[in-house]
Every structure is written in C-alpha cells, then in structure tokens.
C-alpha cells in the first residue's frame, strides 16, 4: 500500500490519475494485434510503449500545482510501471485492474487467484470495469452485481479500497429516445441511468471507495449523480473518466465536476496518450522521438490538470 495511507484525495487536494491498464484494445489499435494474442515482438512494443507514457507522467509531476498523480496500469504489459510507481523518489498512486479485458460483462482476470494477485502489488486501489444499464438483461446483471459484491467485499477484506468504473452504453430503445443523437443521451438520459446502477450496485452491497463516472453535462446532472454515491451518509468520493472523448469536451467535463465538492479528480487515458504513442511507433523510435513523446504525454495531462478548478479555492 501507499507509503501515506492516511492521504485519502478530496475536491480541493485531488487525484490526476493517468490511466493505461488498456490491454485487448491498446495491442488492436496501436499495434496491430489480432484476437488479443500479440506476437513477443509486439508485447515488447507495448510494454516499452507504457514505460514511455510512466515517464510522460513522471516529467508532469513537479508541475502538479495541488493534488497528487495516479497511475492506473495492468500487469500484463505494465508490471515496470507496476514496479516503478511502487519505487522510491516522487509518490504515484498505484491502481491496477481486476477485471479480464474486452468482454462486455464484467469477468476477472484471474480466475479464483484474482484476490492474491492484488495481495502481492497491494495497491492503492483495485479497479473494475463495469458496463451496465438498468435495461441490460435482468438475469445478467443479477449475476454481475453477485460477482461484483463477492470483489468488494474480498477488497474490503485486505483492506484495499475498490475504484469502480462505470460505463452506461445507451440501448437501442434509449438511442431513440434521444433521437439519435449520443450527445442528447449523454445529457438527458445517463445521468438517470448512472444513478440507478449505482443504488442497484449498492442494494446488492457493492461498496466502492471512488466511483469512476462518464463526464457529465450539466452541474445538476454531477449533483445528481453524487448523492446517489453519497447515499445512506457513504463517504464515497467520484472521480471523472476521460471515455477517449475530445479535449474540449473533457475540459467542460472537469469544469462541471469542479462544482460539485464529492468529485475529487479524474483517470485519464488515451486522450492523453494515443497520440504521443501512435507518432513514437511511426518514428525511428531514437533519443529524439522519445523525448518528444514524452513531453506529449506531460503537456496533455497538465493540460487537464489544468482545467481542474475547485470551488472550494475560487
């Protein structure tokens, strides 16, 4: 565990976390993996390739005006991350993933053996993954919820705090009902819906630590959403998820989440980056390109950091 454990973040001291537990999708897109079994060169590419977006994150770190970094990275293709954020010098917060990547249920890693793979890394947090919506299958999300009290309680059991990342995708029925358009759904459906699966997680004794929500449009949506996390007097704490979406709109994301005092941060992956990795395989891959994406890396995330403006402090 972290060497302050007593540090828990809040709106005003906030978590950055820099997300790359990405693994099925990151080897698809990036490297031209097919069915999710990359060849030893292309494992190699990809854990240099995370090592090199950890030193991106590393360069940001005098920078950080308030707050602390986080990173969010696997063992598959991350264990020198795993390695280096758990080494001496400057602090990261350490999470790592649970749940087995690219099925659209929620499934472990590891089998029986998930719960020791945490106890050995002991990190700050354990993530899962959870696509959900109060219209999915009844049966199947009876038997996600079950999986997924069995994690939190087994968490809380090592006392390792759970960071719960929710994605709703809208049904077809709800498509339609925003006639189409993703961005009328985001706005004026999923926040109803986030809140649901939330109570739903919670009526079957799913206790996360940090909920990792979708960006929300409007300061009543976020408010919304953080009193059903906070629900029943929980101290649950929600962070913002960066969805691969565009800059601008992860900007105005944050600057809705820094209006409401129960968001304390967000985890941010390829938007910060996809690109610095996509241009560094295209490069020689010398001194120079390596340099360059490094710094990408650092700007983009400091960048976000940025537009992260407690209410608390203005």
Do not use: C
């Not at 009526?203 to 449009?217: C, M, R, S």
């Not at 409401?260 to 390109?289: L, N, P, Q």
Request: net charge negative; no cysteine.
């Amino acid at each position: 565990m972290t060497d302050n454990p007593g540090w828990q973040p809040r709106h005003d001291d906030p978590l950055f976390i820099l997300a790359m537990d990405h693994r099925a999708s990151f080897g698809k897109t990036l490297f031209g993996v097919k069915d999710d079994h990359p060849d030893p060169e292309q494992v190699a590419a990809m854990k240099s390739a995370k090592r090199m977006i950890f030193e991106g994150l590393r360069a940001a770190q005098p920078a950080l005006p308030f707050g602390r970094a986080g990173v969010l990275v696997d063992e598959r293709y991350g264990q020198d991350v795993i390695d280096a954020a758990r080494a001496g010098g400057q602090r990261v917060v350490l999470a790592i993933p649970v749940e087995a990547s690219g099925h659209d249920w929620f499934t472990l890693e590891w089998g029986d053996q998930w719960l020791e793979h945490v106890e050995t890394i002991k990190p700050d947090y354990a993530k899962v993954l959870v696509r959900d919506n109060p219209d999915f299958d009844a049966a199947r999300r009876e038997q996600q919820l079950g999986q997924l009290a069995q994690v939190s309680s087994g968490l809380h059991g090592i006392g390792v705090p759970l960071l719960y990342e929710l994605l709703v995708p809208a049904t077809a029925g709800q498509l339609d009902r925003a006639g189409h358009d993703p961005g009328a759904y985001d706005r004026d459906i999923r926040p109803g819906l986030v809140v649901q699966v939330i109570a739903d997680n919670q009526a079957h004794g799913v206790e996360p630590t940090l909920w990792k929500v979708e960006g929300l449009e409007t300061v009543e949506a976020a408010q919304q959403v953080a009193h059903q996390a906070r629900a029943g007097g929980r101290s649950t704490d929600l962070i913002v998820l960066g969805r691969d979406a565009p800059a601008e709109r992860l900007d105005h994301w944050l600057e809705v989440a820094g209006e409401v005092s129960a968001f304390v941060g967000f985890a941010i992956g390829r938007s910060i980056w996809e690109d610095a990795v996509r241009d560094f395989e295209a490069s020689d891959h010398g001194e120079a390109a390596t340099s360059a994406a490094r710094a990408q890396v650092a700007e983009r995330y400091l960048g976000f950091v940025a537009h992260w403006k407690p209410f608390l402090l203005s």
